[in-house]
C-alpha cells in the first residue's frame, strides 16, 4: 500500500489553514507549523483589559463562490456577521477576527510556537529545522509573506536557480503601524464605526471596535498609511505611539485616552503581487502561497483576506496533483 505523504506547511495564516484543511481532507498527513503563540497571523486580536481590539484584517469582502460557500456556513455557525454594505457587504468575526481562525483550525494538527529557521533537502524529501525540532515531509509549503518565505530560503542549504530569485526579489511589502487606544467614554466614529476618508495625513483609517461590536469597552484600532509606517519604522515604540495619539486628537477633537498601544507590522500588505496562485521551488518540494499570489481571475491586484484563502484552496489542490502524478508513473 502507498504510504501517505507528510506536508509540512510553515506558517498558520489563513493561506496556511486553507491548504492544511484541504490536503487533510485528500488523505495526506498534514502539520502547520506556527512561528506565534496562535494560529492566524494577520487576523490578529488583541485582549486590552475588559475590552478586545482587531489590529489587523478589520474586515473582509466576497468575489468568489468559494469563499462565498464558506461565509454561508460561518453565518450559519454564528462566527461572522455582515458588518455593512450592500453590492460588496463587509464581514467580520463576531469574536475578534483571530477567533475565526482558530475556529477554522480547530482540527488541523498544529504546532505553535516553534518558528522555522531553515529547510534541508534530504532526497526525495525536505526537513524543516527549528531551535527545538527537526520534523521531515516530502513536500513543504511556505505561506510566510514572501520576503520572509525568500530570507528563509537563503539562510537554507537549499538550491535556489536563477527563476526562483527574480520572482522572490520582486515582490515587496510595506509596513502598517496600528495604534491601539482605550478611551475613558464612548465615542462614535460615523453609522459603523469605521472612518476612512478626510484623514490627516499619514491615517489610513480609524475603526471603533466597540462599534463594530467586537469590544464591550470603547477601543480604537488607528491604521497608519504604509509610507508614514516606513517613515517612522525606527523612532521608537513611545515616540510614534505618542505621534499618533497626538494625530488622533487632532483628528477627532479631545478625547480621554485610558491605555494605549502600537503593534508594528513589518509585512502588511504587498506592493506588488503575483498573478498566479502559488510558485513551487525550481530544484525542490518547496511549495509558496499565500495572500501575494492572486488567482489569474482576482481583478482586486490586491493582498487581503480572499486572496489568502483562495492561494491556499489552489496550492492545496497543486500539491494533490503533484503526488498524484508521481504515483502514477
Ligand atoms: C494592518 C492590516 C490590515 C489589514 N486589513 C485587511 C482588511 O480590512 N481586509 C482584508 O481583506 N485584508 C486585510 N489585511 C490583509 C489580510 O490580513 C491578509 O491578506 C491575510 O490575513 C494574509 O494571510 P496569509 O495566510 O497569506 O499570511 P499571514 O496571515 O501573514 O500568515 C503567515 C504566518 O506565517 C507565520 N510564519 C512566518 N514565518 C514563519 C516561520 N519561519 N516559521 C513558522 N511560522 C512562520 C506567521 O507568524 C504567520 O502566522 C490586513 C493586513 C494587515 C496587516
Redesign the pocket.
Known amino acids: 500500500m502507498e504510504q501517505q505523504k507528510r506536508i509540512g506547511i510553515?506558517?498558520?495564516?489563513?493561506?496556511?489553514?486553507f491548504a492544511a484543511r484541504q490536503l487533510l481532507a485528500e488523505g495526506y498527513a498534514v502539520e502547520v507549523?506556527?512561528?506565534?503563540q496562535s494560529?492566524?497571523?494577520?487576523?490578529?486580536t488583541r485582549r486590552i483589559n475588559q475590552g478586545t481590539a482587531d489590529?489587523?484584517?478589520?474586515?473582509?469582502?466576497v468575489r468568489t463562490d468559494e469563499l462565498a460557500q464558506e461565509v454561508d456556513e460561518w453565518l450559519e455557525k454564528g462566527w461572522i456577521r455582515k458588518w455593512f454594505g450592500d453590492d460588496f457587504p463587509r464581514y467580520i468575526a463576531v469574536n475578534g477576527m483571530n477567533q475565526l481562525v482558530q475556529s477554522i483550525a480547530n482540527e488541523i494538527p498544529v504546532y505553535l510556537n516553534?518558528?522555522?529557521?531553515q529547510i534541508i533537502s534530504d532526497e526525495p524529501g525536505l526537513q524543516t529545522i527549528?531551535s527545538e525540532q527537526t520534523r521531515t515531509y516530502d513536500a513543504i509549503l511556505v505561506?510566510?509573506?514572501v520576503p520572509?518565505?525568500y530570507d528563509?530560503f537563503k539562510a537554507s542549504p537549499l538550491t535556489l536557480v536563477e527563476t526562483d530569485h527574480a520572482r522572490l526579489e520582486k515582490v515587496t511589502f510595506e509596513p502598517?503601524f496600528?495604534g491601539l487606544f482605550e478611551l475613558q467614554e464612548a465615542f462614535d466614529i460615523g453609522e459603523f464605526g469605521l472612518l476612512d476618508e478626510g484623514l490627516v495625513s499619514g491615517m489610513l483609517k480609524i475603526v471603533n471596535n466597540a462599534q463594530k461590536e467586537v469590544s464591550t469597552t470603547p477601543l480604537l484600532s488607528v491604521?497608519m498609511t504604509g509610507d508614514w509606517s516606513e517613515a517612522w519604522y525606527d523612532k521608537g515604540e513611545d515616540k510614534t505611539l505618542t505621534e499618533i495619539e497626538q494625530l488622533l486628537q487632532k483628528q477627532l477633537g479631545p478625547v480621554k485616552i485610558i491605555s494605549k498601544q502600537l503593534k508594528r507590522?513589518r509585512?502588511?500588505?504587498a506592493r506588488d503581487v503575483f498573478h498566479t496562485p502559488y510558485l513551487k521551488l525550481d530544484r525542490h518540494p518547496v511549495w509558496l502561497?499565500?495572500?501575494?499570489f492572486l488567482d489569474p481571475q482576482d481583478t482586486s491586484g490586491r493582498?487581503?483576506?480572499?486572496?489568502?484563502v483562495i492561494?491556499?484552496l489552489r496550492v492545496a489542490a497543486a500539491l494533490d496533483t503533484h503526488f498524484k502524478q508521481l504515483t502514477n508513473v
Open positions: 510553515i506558517g498558520g495564516g489563513l493561506a496556511g489553514i507549523i506556527e512561528k506565534s494560529v492566524g497571523g494577520r487576523m490578529a489590529h489587523g484584517a478589520v474586515f473582509f469582502t516553534e518558528q522555522v529557521e527549528s505561506t510566510a509573506p520572509q518565505a528563509l502598517t496600528v491604521y507590522w509585512y502588511a500588505q502561497a499565500g495572500d501575494a493582498t487581503r483576506v480572499e486572496s489568502a492561494s491556499g
